[in-house]
Each structure stands twice: as C-alpha cells, then as structure tokens.
C-alpha cells in the first residue's frame, strides 16, 4: 500500500487500524534464555512455570494465637466472658513440626506460619487469648477452622501459576521463588537500533551552529525502550542524505531485532525515509489519525521490523507509547499489550474539528470530591517538550468528539504506564 502516492492520498489510518496491524504482522522475535530471577524483572515469560508443590505445603497458621480443637458441642467449662480455659500442651514455632497430637481441651501456643499440628482445626489470635499458668483462655464459639490458611489454599501442587507471553513484575517473580524456582526461560532482551535523522540535529554537549537544534528524541526514545526492558543500540544522528541513510540502515538491520528512526518520515523532498526503507525492503508510511501524531511508517529492512517515528519531539513520544511500546512488547514476546487507561473528571473545556483521535497533555489533581481531575497543558503543539513534562497523563479524545466539558468524565493514558 502507497499511501502517499497521489496527493491528497487516502483517508489518514485510525491508530486501531495501526495497532490490529502491528498485532497481525509482528510476533515474538527473540529466543529464549535462562535467567537467574533477580535478573528477570520486566521480561518476557517463555514458558510455562507449574507448581512442583502445595504452596503453603500444609495447613499453616495465620496468625500468632492458640491453636485447638473446636468443641463439638459446649460441654467444655466457660469461664466467665465467654472464655474457654485449655490445657496447654505445647509450642510450635514456624519452621517447627509439633509431633503429638492435640486433644479436646488442650491448645498448643502457634505463631504465623507454624504448621497446624493434628488434633487442631482452629485458632485463636493471642490478643483475644488468656495466659494462665499451665492454661490459656480462649474466646468461646470461635468459627471452627478460623486463622488457618489450608495447604494449597494459594497454589495447588501440578497447576499452572504463570504462562508464556507474561511480562515479569515484582510479582510474578515472587511467585516463582515461592514454588522453587531460582531461574525462568524469557525472551531475549529486543536489541534496538535507534537513530535521529536530520541535518538540523546536534549532539548535547556538542557545538550548535545557526540553525541547529539539539536532538532531544533519541534521549526520550532510550529512555522510553530502557523502560521496557529492551537493549538499546543508539547509532546518533543520520544527515538528510538518502545514500548515507540507506547505508547505515542496512548495515545496522543486519545486527537489530528492531530499527527505530525518528524525523524526514513526511514526504518532503528532506524525507528520505520512506524511499530509502522502500529500497532495501518494505514500507507502509501513513498519515496516523492522531494528534499529535502523524507520520508513521512501519516496514522491515531484510528481515528486520522497521519504525519510522514523526520527528517533532511530543509526537515522537506519543506515537512511541500508542504504537511504538505494543510493537516493542509483541516483539519481545508479550502475550498481552493493553494501553493501560483509567476514567478522570476533566478539569477543562476542550473543543476540536471531527475525524482525527486527540491526545491532550494532562497533569492530574484531586479535585473538591476526592477524584482525579485532569488539567490540559495551555499548549497543544507538538514541539513543546514542556508539555510532557507538566503532564501525567494523556487525555484520550475520540476522533468524532468535538467537546470536552469541564466535569464531564474522561478517559486517561497515565504516563507511569505508558513508561513500562
Ligand atoms: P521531520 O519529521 O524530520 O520533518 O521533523 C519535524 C520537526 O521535528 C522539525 O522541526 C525537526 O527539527 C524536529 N525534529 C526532528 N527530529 C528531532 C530530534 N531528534 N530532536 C528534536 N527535534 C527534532
Ligand atoms: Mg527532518
């Protein structure tokens, strides 16, 4: 598809076209490895993890209290408020076993984790319990089995507690650990080639002649990549030279899983990008329906996936989160790569033509009602650096919406998931 053939050239692609697209065309590139867990965070399951065991193995406490047998009628002696007097016949530390068994009228002191000795099906929390000499007081009618988390009660032995295609948080590598695992089979780290392109651009650090910016989007696109667990290879600045760009990027197609570039993505006689991919292997360059946004192009150098990025700086950063972050988890494995989004009070009024899907820079606040409240950044150009920075989030406005009113509900990208 040409999208840019013939000017004005089709309607522009709504970014669920651009997302089904991404989730028809890449799949899971990198092989898997073994690793330890401390290193697993953030990657990409590539196998199934069971539970070799009971987890917890047996019945264990759940408090630190007074383990018994519940009567079976009321025949033990109440003493006074609703206390019953029990025999103790024994301690069990957790990590201990209690060899004997617990008999009607007697209890044995237990603390959290401490395997339920036999004879015992319910336990008292000590701050509702009684010392005495040789006995202990418990409260009478407790529920019969209270304070006792069953074996199994959080993972049965032979199930299965994590799948393929799940990213590792803190708690699933927890889990992992707790059914005796010391390493997972993940996905390779996605190794990403990323370059700015333009003539204009100038490394930090270095001299800016006339004319001259600083390149800023190969600094938030590291970022946003180390976010997500990929291997970034950052091969600087590309001129606005067809022949030294169709160069580098076959050279570096060789050695990537995935190649980014931002900028000369338009169709002006600066832009490269879309001639230079097209030469060394395929292209789709559309103009997203998204602002800001557009262009994308999205292709494969060889065998390598290709994503041309629009060059202005807050579009760079958004096309990367909307289409950019599930391209990078599909490819790295992920099963599963929802845009997190949640529902907010808009604190603004908001008015904009139909057709094309809005995304406005929002800080939020906790509004008279205890809710989040978003507030729109003043300025919706998309060279303002600024505005990411101000705002927490993105607003998500419909393509046919024309109004947002202020109190009306709506929805919410909030950047810390957009991050990871
Ligand atoms: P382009 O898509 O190449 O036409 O670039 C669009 C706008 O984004 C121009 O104003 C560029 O100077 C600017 N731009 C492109 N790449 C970068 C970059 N890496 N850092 C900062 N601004 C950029
Ligand atoms: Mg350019």
């Known amino acids: 598809?040409?999208?840019?053939?013939?000017?004005?050239?089709?309607?522009?692609?709504?970014?669920?076209?651009?997302?089904?697209r991404v989730a028809q065309t890449y799949g899971a590139v990198t092989e898997p490895e073994s690793v330890p867990l401390r290193a697993a965070l953030g990657r990409v399951l590539a196998e199934s993890v069971t539970a070799p065991v009971n987890v917890p193995p047996v019945a264990v406490s759940a408090m630190d209290g007074w383990g018994y047998r519940a009567p079976e009628s009321t025949d033990e002696e109440a003493v006074g408020e609703g206390l019953v007097r029990l025999t103790v016949v024994g301690r069990v530390p957790a990590g201990s076993v209690f060899s004997g068994t617990v008999g009607v009228g007697e209890a044995v002191r237990i603390f959290t984790g401490?395997?339920?000795?036999?004879?015992?099906?319910?336990?008292?929390?000590?701050?509702?319990?009684?010392?005495?000499?040789?006995?202990?007081?418990?409260?009478?009618?407790?529920?019969?089995?209270?304070?006792?988390?069953?074996?199994?009660?959080?993972?049965?032995?032979?199930?299965?507690?994590?799948?393929?295609?799940?990213?590792?948080?803190?708690?699933?590598?927890?889990?992992?650990?707790?059914?005796?695992?010391?390493?997972?089979?993940?996905?390779?780290?996605?190794?990403?080639?990323l370059f700015s392109t333009g003539d204009e651009l100038r490394e930090?650090?270095?001299?800016?002649?006339?004319?001259?910016?600083?390149?800023?989007?190969?600094?938030?696109?590291?970022a946003q990549l180390d976010a997500l667990g990929a291997e970034v290879r950052d091969l600087g600045i590309?001129?606005?030279?067809?022949?030294?760009?169709?160069?580098?990027?076959?050279?570096?197609?060789?050695?990537?899983?995935?190649?980014?570039?931002?900028?000369?993505?338009?169709?002006?006689?600066?832009?490269?990008?879309?001639?230079?991919?097209?030469?060394l292997g395929s292209i789709d360059l559309w103009k997203l329906a998204v602002k800001p946004g557009k262009p994308l192009a999205l292709g494969r150098i060889g065998d390598t996936p290709f994503l041309g990025l629009p060059g202005n700086p807050v579009s760079a950063m958004v096309t990367f989160m909307l289409v950019g972050r599930p391209l990078v988890l599909r490819l790295m494995g992920a099963e599963s790569v929802p845009t997190p989004r949640c529902l907010v009070v808009s604190?603004?009024?908001?008015?904009?033509?139909?057709?094309?899907?809005?995304?406005?820079?929002?800080?939020?606040?906790?509004?008279?009602?205890?809710?989040?409240?978003?507030?729109?950044?003043?300025?919706?150009?998309?060279?303002?650096?600024?505005?990411?920075?101000?705002?927490?989030?993105?607003?998500?406005?419909?393509?046919?919406?024309?109004?947002?009113?202020?109190?009306?509900?709506?929805?919410?990208?909030p950047f810390t998931g957009l991050f990871a």
């Open 114 to 193: 401490a395997p339920v000795p036999t004879g015992v099906d319910t336990i008292a929390m000590q701050e509702d319990c009684r010392a005495e000499d040789g006995a202990v007081l418990v409260p009478a009618g407790l529920k019969r089995g209270s304070n006792i988390r069953e074996a199994g009660e959080d993972m049965r032995a032979g199930a299965v507690v994590l799948t393929p295609g799940r990213r590792l948080r803190a708690q699933e590598i927890g889990l992992a650990a707790a059914v005796g695992r010391a390493s997972l089979s993940v996905h390779k780290r996605l190794r990403v080639v």
């Open 204 to 222: 930090p650090g270095g001299a800016k002649p006339d004319g001259a910016i600083y390149d800023a989007n190969r600094y938030t696109l590291a």
């Open 238 to 279: 590309l001129p606005d030279n067809p022949d030294v760009t169709r160069a580098a990027l076959a050279e570096a197609a060789g050695t990537a899983d995935l190649l980014i570039t931002s900028g000369g993505a338009s169709v002006g006689e600066e832009d490269h990008i879309k001639a230079v991919v097209n030469s």
């Open 1 to 20: 598809m040409d999208c840019f053939a013939a000017a004005p050239g089709p309607a522009p692609l709504p970014l669920d076209e651009a997302l089904a």
């Open 347 to 413: 604190g603004f009024e908001f008015r904009k033509k139909p057709g094309r899907r809005e995304f406005l820079r929002a800080r939020l606040a906790t509004g008279p009602d205890g809710r989040p409240v978003a507030h729109k950044f003043p300025s919706d150009s998309s060279g303002v650096l600024t505005s990411m920075v101000e705002a927490d989030g993105l607003v998500d406005m419909p393509a046919e919406a024309t109004t947002i009113r202020e109190g009306e509900m709506v929805e919410f990208l």
